[in-house]
């Protein structure tokens, strides 16, 4: 390198438009998402076809029309509408104010085991670790906190529910020290070994359900007893469904985040993840990360299981996650597994998730259709190149490609 | 072929690659492209190849002007590149690796026609003396072996012109021989060869004529005849170079590496080091010189602790440390090692971090388990500024800097911390001329200072310069210790092959650690 390369302090200017930049490809990921979710509501509404023939004008404002009223019904259902929060305030009655927030509530209520699934899989990451087991790694966890939360009664909230809380934590990071310790002491391929253990944890669960002393007295499905109100996470606002695990998600991400950056065991994670050879010429010892980084990872996918058991269900069933545990993976793709970008991409996701109910019931047009927007940002984000092809981005000249995991064969 | 660069310009942002870089390579000539890591060299392959469209200027082809916009037109062309990373695909047969993309293919259901380019690719290892066996899995061949490969496949597809891109960057000083007898026979047969390096013996003695570049510009062409080595690496440099190191008489102290009856098997278990004795004293360097492969990689990782020896015991300064790499650290073993890319540093993390690589879990890096990020910071800037590292920041990524500067990363963290033993395994391997300058002065700074040095190389030449003993390494024992003085390359060369000399037969008592005969 020449000499106009010596060391110069990186000027603040230009760390901003690093961030900057780090965030266009998302955000241009996002945009042509929706775009090309507009082409498919347009092209599903078959009418518009027969309509193109006669007056192709008409159709084709029709058609924007019907685009701008779902994605209309979709942002409103997910952030709520400006008329009624001026509404609501200007009554002046709080249950009015708390209804107009209601929107906003499901789509952090949404949003909150997707934080914690996100950090699951991107501190994997960060270690060269793929855990593909954050959905069995939260079921666990929810079927602690769920036995902790009906089990021990009489405890004021303020000791019941960080009980209960720990307890997920601890249920995931079991399920995650399994995986870990085969790998450290055998080689077994994380990647495998959580896929499988994801079935186990279906299996067992179904199987604690039917539990005698687990399974809610008078009931022959598998369901869990109710747990006590104490072990709940009390609402953010008085009557809305979204709670204080939002805020612990919030705190988990930074957690995360001090630990892979400011902490030294964070330093061994990713000095493991990127190069084990040069950890261990560097005197880390891979096992003890591999192993604490499955079990960190699982912990954190546990507590997603807690956000749903004593945030929103109360009780266990076999069906609390849609595939939280797999959306995470996504989550920590799109945000390039930095904590920080797992809230926005969980937020996202959430608010597509809470707008979709509201969208298809003001246009008929079906909830899947926010499924093709999720995957399709998906897509665009694990293809860059896609999308600085598309909107003729110049790539920098430093790619900094992320490595997310050592791949099948490492 | 006659291939003409004219005012060939490559801008990067922020960087100008190429400046106006004018090259001829004339029929049946070798030319040889000398220049520092980061001087253009590859950058204008890379343009000659099609892997990048030149900013400015034009390339020429037999007084034809062509423009490339992909290497396939390239090869088209006739213009065939050995990279230094080899391209092939480790599980495929030499055969395989060479037809792959240019398959030729018989029959009705068009299965790959292996005897026909079985046939041509011995016809080719034949006229030029490439020694390949064509049914050979790719993966199990040597490194000099895959290369030969590599010049096949370009021959295979009917290149006039070879580029060969820093190709004894890998090989042993008798594969090096080999190749250049292999290039000799292409030039015989009017192939054109454009050879990338950095290492000016081997201009002197293969190149036609040599052109230098220096920071994206040619800063001259020249010839063997006319040049000297010294002509040449201050031409690269841009200012004297000394060729030779500096250095006053060793001083030895007390033993600080101390090695007995050392047995280490290799990956595969075989013993690769075999009963080895060996001392090292403070305050002197001790080059282990050796063809490569001859348990000299077995040996280092023993003693940083990366490989549990078999039997044996090695003491640092007198005690026994458990021989794990925190806790020889600890001890004020600094180890330089031999692959920078794959142990030295971490790619993905920034220079700052890996300056700190094995010293964050100490204050000041950090207290408790908090990393002070901004005492890391401090020591970054300050060793970037005091080992002359170029990078543009701290914050950099590592993997974007240049080899010679990661190196100088490496050296800068493992140089900066109290040192009482120093192991450097090929220390300046790949690197040019000015950062080897500068690893040599600063590994005999290090033995001024009291430390004591073990220092592999398989370069003669740098083990000539650099040692105060030679301890010859050969199936993994030390055949015998040579003064410097005593030391001639003939000699060492016949030690390192395994042939004692006769008048040494009882080689003179000068060193406490002679161990064994030759092995048999």
């Given at each position: 390198?020449?000499?106009?390369?010596?060391?110069?302090?990186?000027?603040?200017?230009?760390?901003?438009?690093?961030?900057?930049?780090?965030?266009?490809?998302?955000?241009?990921?996002?945009?042509?998402?929706?775009?090309?979710?507009?082409?498919?509501?347009?092209?599903?509404?078959?009418?518009?076809?027969?309509?193109?023939?006669?007056?192709?004008?008409?159709?084709?404002?029709?058609?924007?029309?019907?685009?701008?009223?779902?994605?209309?019904?979709?942002?409103?259902?997910?952030?709520?509408?400006?008329?009624?929060?001026?509404?609501?305030?200007?009554?002046?009655?709080?249950?009015?104010?708390?209804?107009?927030?209601?929107?906003?509530?499901?789509?952090l209520?949404?949003a909150t085991p997707l934080i914690f699934?996100g950090l699951?899989?991107?501190?994997?990451?960060?270690?060269?670790?793929?855990?593909?087991?954050?959905?069995?790694?939260?079921?666990?966890?929810?079927?602690?906190?769920?036995?902790?939360?009906?089990?021990?009664?009489?405890?004021?909230?303020?000791?019941?529910?960080?009980?209960?809380?720990?307890?997920?934590?601890?249920?995931?990071?079991?399920?995650?020290?399994?995986?870990?310790?085969?790998?450290?002491?055998?080689?077994?391929?994380?990647?495998?070994?959580?896929?499988?253990?994801?079935?186990?944890?279906?299996?067992?669960?179904?199987?604690?359900?039917?539990?005698?002393?687990?399974?809610?007295?008078?009931?022959?499905?598998?369901?869990?007893?109710?747990?006590?109100?104490?072990?709940?996470?009390?609402?953010?606002?008085?009557?809305?469904?979204?709670?204080?695990g939002f805020v612990l998600g919030l705190a988990a991400a930074?957690?995360?985040?001090?630990?892979?950056?400011?902490?030294?065991?964070?330093?061994?994670?990713?000095?493991?993840?990127?190069?084990?050879?040069?950890?261990?010429?560097?005197?880390?010892?891979?096992?003890?990360?591999?192993?604490?980084?499955?079990?960190?990872?699982?912990?954190?996918?546990?507590l997603a299981?807690?956000s749903?058991?004593?945030?929103?269900?109360?009780?266990?069933?076999?069906?609390?996650?849609?595939?939280?545990?797999?959306?995470?993976?996504?989550?920590?793709?799109?945000?390039?597994?930095?904590?920080?970008?797992i809230i926005?991409?969980a937020?996202?996701?959430?608010?597509?998730?809470?707008?979709?109910?509201?969208?298809?019931?003001?246009?008929?047009?079906?909830?899947?259709?926010?499924?093709?927007?999720?995957?399709?940002?998906?897509?665009?984000?694990?293809?860059?190149?896609?999308?600085?092809?598309?909107?003729?981005?110049?790539?920098?000249?430093?790619?900094?490609?992320?490595?997310?995991?050592?791949?099948?064969?490492? | 072929?006659?291939?003409?660069?004219?005012?060939?310009?490559?801008?990067?942002?922020?960087?100008?690659?190429?400046?106006?870089?004018?090259?001829?390579?004339?029929?049946?000539?070798?030319?040889?492209?000398?220049?520092?890591?980061?001087?253009?060299?590859?950058?204008?392959?890379?343009?000659?190849?099609?892997?990048?469209?030149?900013?400015?200027?034009?390339?020429?082809?037999?007084?034809?002007?062509?423009?490339?916009?992909?290497?396939?037109?390239?090869?088209?062309?006739?213009?065939?590149?050995?990279?230094?990373?080899?391209?092939?695909?480790?599980?495929?047969?030499?055969?395989?690796?060479?037809?792959?993309?240019?398959?030729?293919?018989?029959?009705?259901?068009?299965?790959?026609?292996?005897?026909?380019?079985?046939?041509?690719?011995?016809?080719?290892?034949?006229?030029?003396?490439?020694?390949?066996?064509?049914?050979?899995?790719?993966?199990?061949?040597?490194?000099?072996?895959?290369?030969?490969?590599?010049?096949?496949?370009?021959?295979?597809?009917?290149?006039?012109?070879?580029?060969?891109?820093?190709?004894?960057?890998?090989?042993?000083?008798?594969?090096?021989?080999?190749?250049?007898?292999?290039?000799?026979?292409?030039?015989?047969?009017?192939?054109?060869?454009?050879?990338?390096?950095?290492?000016?013996?081997?201009?002197?003695?293969?190149?036609?004529?040599?052109?230098?570049?220096?920071?994206?510009?040619?800063?001259?062409?020249?010839?063997?005849?006319?040049?000297?080595?010294?002509?040449?690496?201050?031409?690269?440099?841009?200012?004297?170079?000394?060729?030779?190191?500096?250095?006053?008489?060793?001083?030895?102290?007390?033993?600080?590496?101390?090695?007995?009856?050392?047995?280490?098997?290799?990956?595969?278990?075989?013993?690769?080091?075999?009963?080895?004795?060996?001392?090292?004293?403070?305050?002197?360097?001790?080059?282990?010189?050796?063809?490569?492969?001859?348990?000299?990689?077995?040996?280092?990782?023993?003693?940083?602790?990366?490989?549990?020896?078999?039997?044996?015991?090695?003491?640092?300064?007198?005690?026994?440390?458990?021989?794990?790499?925190?806790?020889?650290?600890?001890?004020?073993?600094?180890?330089?090692?031999?692959?920078?890319?794959?142990?030295?540093?971490?790619?993905?993390?920034?220079?700052?971090?890996?300056?700190?690589?094995?010293?964050?879990?100490?204050?000041?890096?950090?207290?408790?388990?908090?990393?002070?990020?901004?005492?890391?910071?401090?020591?970054?800037?300050?060793?970037?500024?005091?080992?002359?590292?170029?990078?543009?920041?701290?914050?950099?990524?590592?993997?974007?800097?240049?080899?010679?500067?990661?190196?100088?990363?490496?050296?800068?963290?493992?140089?900066?911390?109290?040192?009482?033993?120093?192991?450097?395994?090929?220390?300046?391997?790949?690197?040019?001329?000015?950062?080897?300058?500068?690893?040599?002065?600063?590994?005999?700074?290090?033995?001024?200072?009291?430390?004591?040095?073990?220092?592999?190389?398989?370069?003669?030449?740098?083990?000539?310069?650099?040692?105060?003993?030679?301890?010859?390494?050969?199936?993994?024992?030390?055949?015998?210790?040579?003064?410097?003085?005593?030391?001639?390359?003939?000699?060492?060369?016949?030690?390192?092959?395994?042939?004692?000399?006769?008048?040494?037969?009882?080689?003179?008592?000068?060193?406490?650690?002679?161990?064994?005969?030759?092995?048999?």
């Open positions: 390198m020449t000499d106009e390369l010596r060391a110069a302090p990186v000027p603040p200017a230009s760390r901003l438009k690093g961030a900057a930049r780090s965030l266009l490809v998302p955000v241009l990921a996002v945009v042509s998402a929706l775009m090309i979710g507009a082409i498919i509501i347009v092209l599903s509404d078959l009418t518009f076809f027969q309509r193109l023939g006669a007056d192709p004008g008409a159709a084709l404002a029709d058609a924007l029309g019907s685009v701008w009223t779902a994605y209309g019904a979709l942002v409103t259902g997910a952030l709520g509408s400006p008329g009624t929060y001026l509404d609501a305030f200007a009554s002046g009655d709080s249950g009015q104010i708390a209804a107009a927030f209601n929107p906003l509530s499901e789509t209520l949404a699934t699951a899989v991107a501190l994997g990451f960060q270690c060269g670790l793929f855990n593909i087991g954050a959905e069995g790694q939260l079921y666990l966890g929810a079927a602690t906190a769920t036995f902790v939360g009906f089990a021990v009664t009489g405890l004021p909230w303020y000791i019941h529910l960080p009980l209960a809380a720990a307890a997920g934590f601890a249920g995931g990071a079991i399920w995650g020290f399994i995986p870990g310790i085969l790998k450290a002491r055998t080689g077994a391929h994380e990647v495998i070994v959580t896929i499988m253990l994801n079935y186990t944890a279906f299996r067992l669960i179904e199987f604690i359900l039917k539990f005698p002393g687990y399974q809610r007295e008078g009931r022959f499905d598998p369901i869990s007893k109710v747990t006590e109100a104490t072990a709940w996470y009390p609402p953010l606002i008085e009557g809305l469904r979204a709670n204080w930074l957690a995360v985040s001090w630990l892979l950056f400011r902490t030294t065991k964070g330093f061994e994670f990713r000095a493991v993840g990127f190069n084990p050879t040069a950890a261990r010429y560097a005197g880390m010892s891979i096992a003890a990360s591999t192993v604490m980084a499955m079990m960190i990872s699982g912990g954190l996918a546990g299981g807690t749903i058991v004593l945030g929103i269900t109360r009780s266990l069933t076999s069906g609390i996650s849609p595939g939280f545990g797999f959306d995470g993976i996504a989550i920590a793709l799109m945000a390039r597994s930095r904590p920080r970008g926005f991409a937020l996202l996701f959430g608010a597509l998730r809470a707008g979709a109910t509201p969208m298809q019931s003001a246009t008929g047009i079906p909830i899947d259709l926010v499924v093709v927007v999720q995957a399709l940002v998906i897509m665009f984000v694990a293809a860059p190149a896609l999308v600085r092809g598309i909107y003729r981005i110049r790539v920098p000249e430093a790619t900094g490609y992320e490595v997310f995991s050592k791949g099948w064969g490492a | 072929m006659r291939l003409e660069l004219r005012g060939i310009t490559k801008r990067f942002p922020g960087v100008i690659a190429n400046q106006d870089v004018d090259l001829v390579v004339e029929p049946g000539e070798i030319h040889a492209l000398l220049g520092e890591n980061g001087a253009g060299k590859t950058t204008l392959m890379n343009v000659l190849y099609g892997l990048y469209q030149p900013d400015e200027g034009e390339i020429r082809i037999d007084d034809r002007v062509v423009t490339f916009h992909d290497p396939g037109q390239a090869i088209a062309a006739g213009i065939g590149m050995v990279h230094q990373h080899f391209m092939l695909v480790p599980v495929f047969t030499v055969t395989e690796n060479v037809m792959l993309g240019v398959e030729s293919v018989r029959g009705p259901l068009g299965q790959l026609d292996r005897p026909t380019a079985r046939r041509r690719i011995i016809e080719i290892s034949e006229a030029h003396n490439l020694k390949v066996d064509p049914d050979a899995t790719v993966e199990d061949l040597p490194v000099g072996v895959r290369q030969r490969v590599e010049i096949i496949k370009t021959l295979y597809r009917r290149s006039d012109l070879l580029v060969l891109d820093e190709p004894t960057a890998v090989l042993t000083p008798q594969e090096d021989e080999e190749l250049f007898e292999i290039m000799r026979s292409l030039k015989a047969s009017g192939t054109s060869i454009v050879f990338i390096t950095h290492k000016l013996n081997e201009v002197l003695e293969i190149a036609d004529r040599i052109t230098v570049l220096r920071r994206g510009r040619v800063v001259g062409t020249t010839t063997p005849a006319e040049a000297t080595r010294e002509s040449l690496a201050s031409m690269m440099v841009g200012r004297p170079v000394e060729l030779i190191v500096e250095k006053t008489p060793a001083h030895p102290g007390v033993p600080v590496l101390e090695i007995h009856g050392l047995v280490v098997r290799d990956d595969r278990g075989h013993v690769a080091v075999d009963g080895l004795d060996l001392q090292v004293r403070a305050g002197e360097i001790v080059a282990i010189a050796g063809v490569q492969g001859n348990g000299q990689t077995e040996l280092v990782d023993a003693i940083t602790g990366l490989r549990h020896p078999v039997a044996g015991t090695i003491r640092f300064g007198g005690t026994a440390v458990r021989m794990e790499p925190r806790p020889i650290f600890e001890a004020g073993v600094a180890h330089v090692p031999e692959d920078r890319l794959e142990d030295g540093c971490v790619p993905g993390l920034t220079v700052a971090d890996n300056l700190v690589l094995n010293t964050y879990c100490r204050a000041p890096f950090s207290h408790g388990i908090r990393l002070d990020r901004d005492a890391i910071e401090r020591s970054a800037t300050e060793l970037v500024a005091n080992f002359d590292i170029r990078t543009p920041s701290v914050f950099v990524d590592i993997g974007d800097l240049s080899g010679g500067n990661q190196q100088k990363v490496i050296v800068a963290r493992e140089f900066s911390r109290p040192v009482r033993l120093l192991v450097a395994a090929q220390p300046t391997r790949g690197l040019d001329v000015g950062s080897v300058e500068y690893i040599h002065r600063r590994i005999v700074a290090k033995r001024d200072e009291g430390a004591a040095v073990l220092f592999v190389s398989t370069e003669l030449d740098e083990v000539l310069a650099l040692a105060d003993r030679i301890a010859v390494m050969y199936q993994g024992r030390i055949v015998d210790i040579v003064e410097p003085a005593r030391a001639t390359p003939q000699l060492l060369g016949m030690l390192m092959g395994g042939s004692l000399p006769l008048e040494s037969a009882a080689p003179a008592g000068a060193s406490p650690a002679v161990a064994g005969g030759p092995a048999t």
